[in-house]
């Protein structure tokens, strides 16, 4: 994951600790969506999302597939290692 330093992360964090609480896959997708759309927007200083160039939606594609497999190797694999002690293996 291309992690970004500290000082930056500054920029988002009011806005990521103010979100409602996310209730439903509906709306995670949802806000997932919009923040996509809002990237590939003005990547092209174009209101329209349509407008954007390939590499935009080239590059929403590779984010979310990245944060994908982040969430799984830091959260999910370990959520699996703690029901394989729980539970067994299969």
């Known amino acids: 994951m291309p992690y970004i ?3 930056d992360r500054m920029k988002f964090e009011e806005t990521i600790f103010n979100l409602p609480v996310i209730r439903t896959p509906g709306e995670l997708n949802y806000l ?3 923040i996509c759309k809002e990237y590939a927007k003005y990547s092209n200083e174009s209101s329209d999302v349509y407008a954007a160039r ?3 939606h080239n590059d929403i594609i590779g984010a979310l597939e990245g944060c ?3 969430f799984y190797r830091r959260f999910t694999a370990k959520y699996e290692d703690v029901k394989i002690r729980a539970n067994g293996e299969v």
């Open 32 to 34: 997932l969506t919009a």
């Open 54 to 56: 390939y590499q935009a």
């Open 68 to 70: 994908k497999l982040e």
């Open 5 to 7: 330093l500290q000082e």
